[in-house]
């Protein structure tokens, strides 16, 4: 059983920047990143594999960048030129063999 810690949600005015951290209690393969707006499905927001693959959804693109640490077990997202469509809670994901895990979430909220 993996257990993640997120950090580093709050509130932020449109343009600013926030780092999101995720800190795994043991090894994983996958690390990546949802996203719950109020009212709607969870969303991927990106994605780091153990083969160095990354991907983004395209509303993210060229403003966010995951990475990982992977001496630590930690993951990143770093949230650039925030928008307030960006507001909602981020979850850490995090995969290792047939296992997926969440973490609790951290709310973000981008005001305009």
Known sequence: QVQLVE??????????SLRLSCAASGSINVMGWYRQAPGK?????????SGGYTNYADSVKGRFTISRDNAK???????????PEDTGVYYCYAGRLEYSYWGQGTQVTVSS
Request: glycine share 20%.
């Open 41 to 49: 499905q969870r969303e991927l927001v990106a994605i780091f594999t």
């Open 7 to 16: 950090s580093g949600g709050g509130l932020v005015q449109a343009g600013g």
């Open 73 to 83: 077990n930690t993951g990143y997202l770093q949230m650039n030129s925030l928008k």
